[in-house]
């Protein structure tokens, strides 16, 4: 087993550029977990982390037990199209959805971001397409989101202004950004912010005030 980990640790030397919580990320295990196994401890992987390794971060899973074969499941196929990495990185050159921080939500929005695409981590995860990933605040939208999880979102033009009622959407406004599910006001000219947590009563804003908006695609969340 200690192989195993060993392995483990060779995936996010190569990949993900020796980021442990990058590759924790991708594969939806805890960081402090990714850290026993890779660190000091060197605690024994469950069988439930491996799967995730195997089935989240495009690994062989004969490489992984055995150390045999290819490191990637489509390594060995000869198809000409670029296979989807699962690896995170700052490098421009590499594919991938940003990270950006919350606190510059309203400036990437808006074109003005006061951090550049180039500065931000890249996560990528197959089969999902997004224009940015951004980290959950508070505890508004819980229990569908919760504070540590991380939103996959495609922006949508202000323009021609449509909304699926029901769906969840970053919405840049003249009182600040929100994450919130987005439902039908009490004219055409409103719209009601709504909160997963009843704590929170809805929001009725205007139309008018919109900015920019972009609409939840996916969510990351590290249990």
């Not at 990949?15 to 924790?24: C, E, H, I, T």
């Not at 029901?166 to 719209?191: A, L, M, P, Q, W």
Request: net charge positive; with cysteine.
């Amino acid at each position: 087993m200690i192989n195993i980990n060993t392995r483990i640790r060779t995936i996010i030397d190569t990949l993900y550029k020796g980021n442990k919580r990058a590759f924790s990320i991708t594969v939806g295990v805890n960081p402090t977990v990714i850290e026993n196994i890779v660190g000091g401890r060197r605690s024994k992987p469950s069988y439930d982390v491996l799967c995730k390794i195997i089935t989240n971060a495009n690994i062989s899973e004969q490489w992984l037990i055995s150390g045999t074969g290819p490191m990637l499941k489509n390594e060995d196929k000869t198809e000409t199209s670029n296979p989807i990495s699962p690896a995170l990185s700052t490098s421009s050159t590499q594919k991938g959805i940003p990270l950006i921080p919350f606190s510059a939500m309203a400036g990437y929005l808006s074109g003005e971001a006061s951090v550049s695409e180039d500065e931000c981590e890249k996560i990528i995860i197959p089969g999902l397409k997004a224009d940015f990933i951004i980290p959950i605040k508070g505890d508004s939208m819980e229990p569908r989101f919760f504070a540590g999880d991380y939103v996959a979102c495609e922006r949508t033009s202000i323009k021609d202004l449509f909304f699926q009622w029901g769906k969840t959407y970053v919405i840049d406004t003249t009182n600040g950004v929100f994450i919130k599910r987005v439902d039908e006001g009490s004219s055409k000219n409103e719209i009601l912010l709504v909160s997963e947590n009843k704590k929170y009563k809805p929001m009725p804003i205007p139309t008018s005030s919109i900015l920019h908006i972009a609409l939840v695609k996916g969510v990351v969340r590290i249990e």
